[in-house]
């Protein structure tokens, strides 16, 4: 069995199946698609730059690896990595998998630099209305380009040994970390001439797969990662995808917060529907340790009207009656009613339901909320509880009021 090691090529191949799609609230727009279609091509390294704090507190350029991970990855961040003469940058991945052993490779490069790492898509501002070409081939110009970075972002399959390497990794609202089995390719020469019997390959089979497997599980406590999440996907066949729940990126250690938001942004839906939104995790009503998903959206009444709606993710046992929420900036509030029956987003999370409050209210009072650093939701507790309070960052909100009004028609004060 020594001796027949020597005469295979051994491929490890741990990428997602094609048939797994990303998503966003409504419709994929034609920048969607293109993003799609950008993650299945091999892995490019490029810098962007975005608004300030758009990388988090402080950080406004980051590193963006998108795409299939193949055998020239690894070696490809290294050359970035040595021209760029900025340090401590995060780098935030967008990819379906490849190659499990140029991954692990990656994770360790990220480890040894002590580097953050997260999961977002990143829309350069020059590839809007681009062709997929053009787009690409500015992101393979060497420039730092002007960008805006979506939550709704795939580390999946072999993208999740990358990003585990990092020593903080970031997981926002929306993104997702999809795993499956590991799938051992060895090329055994011409099918028409074996040189080996049937017994003989399988064998060979077993022993290696099982190596690799020993090899990822170690690789994984190194990383200070629980490797049940590797014993889980042993579970998944190569051919599907299996995304991890919010709990489940807690618990087995990829992401520990257990409260992230994102920061407001317009989210473009096809003219003229332009949205403001917001993301968020939170534990349910019920369980403030069975996290999940929520979101809040600002969109057009009018030019002077703004509708508030908020999606809170529906917990096995809701609270009864129907109970109304504040929305809330310093003195100032609005009140959510709830509306509507209970509806689906498999965009934001698979398998969630939402339960909705809405309010109209005026630019200006959002324009008020902006000026300050935090936004409550309070909903009113049971008997003698206290209010459950979710507070929400401001950042990016004046921003996104802007772009709201400029489709809406008109100009602010």
Request: charged share 25%.
């Amino acid at each position: 069995m020594v001796k027949l090691a020597v005469f295979v090529w051994v491929l490890i191949a741990v990428a997602a199946p094609a048939a797994a799609q990303s998503g966003g609230p409504g419709k994929p727009s034609k920048e969607d698609r293109k993003a799609t279609a950008s993650i299945q091509m091999p892995m490019i390294f490029y810098l962007a730059r975005g608004e300030p704090d758009s990388c988090g507190t402080g950080c406004s350029e980051w590193i963006v690896a998108e795409g299939r991970i193949d055998e020239s990855s690894a070696q490809g961040l290294r050359s970035l990595l040595s021209r760029s003469r900025k340090a401590n940058l995060p780098i935030l991945f967008d990819s379906k998998g490849g190659l499990g052993t140029t991954a692990v490779e990656i994770g360790r490069i990220l480890r040894g630099r002590e580097m953050t790492a997260g999961v977002y898509q990143t829309i350069p501002a020059g590839c809007m209305g681009a062709s997929e070409q053009t787009c690409r081939a500015l992101k393979q110009s060497g420039q730092v380009l002007p960008a805006t970075l979506r939550n709704f972002a795939h580390c999946d399959s072999a993208c999740v040994f990358a990003l585990i390497g990092a020593k903080v990794r970031q997981v926002p609202p929306g993104a997702r970390v999809g795993i499956h089995s590991v799938k051992l390719v060895i090329d055994w020469g011409d099918p028409r001439n074996p040189r080996y019997s049937g017994k003989q390959m399988a064998g060979y089979e077993r022993i290696r797969l099982a190596e690799i497997h020993s090899r990822y599980r170690r690789y994984m406590k190194e990383m200070n990662i629980d490797v049940r999440l590797f014993d889980l996907s042993l579970q998944v066949p190569h051919e599907s995808i299996r995304y991890l729940s919010r709990d489940e990126i807690v618990a087995f250690g990829v992401d520990r917060r257990e409260f992230q938001e994102t920061r407001w942004y317009p989210l473009e839906l096809g003219s003229p529907e332009l949205w403001g939104v917001k993301f968020f995790v939170q534990g349910t009503a019920t369980g403030p340790k069975e996290l999940h998903t929520s979101y809040v959206r600002i969109s057009c009444q009018n030019p002077q009207r703004v509708g508030i709606t908020y999606f809170r993710y529906a917990a096995s046992e809701e609270p009864r009656g129907e109970i109304s929420m504040k929305f809330a900036a310093g003195d100032r509030s609005a009140t959510l009613s709830k509306f509507g029956s209970v509806v689906k987003a498999n965009a934001v999370e698979i398998g969630g339901s939402y339960i909705t409050w809405g309010a109209v209210s005026s630019f200006e009072f959002l324009e008020a909320a902006a000026a300050r650093d935090k936004i409550e939701i309070a909903e009113p507790g049971d008997a003698d509880a206290e209010p459950r309070i979710t507070t929400l960052s401001t950042t990016g909100l004046s921003q996104t009021i802007a772009a709201l009004r400029q489709r809406c028609g008109t100009k602010s004060g």
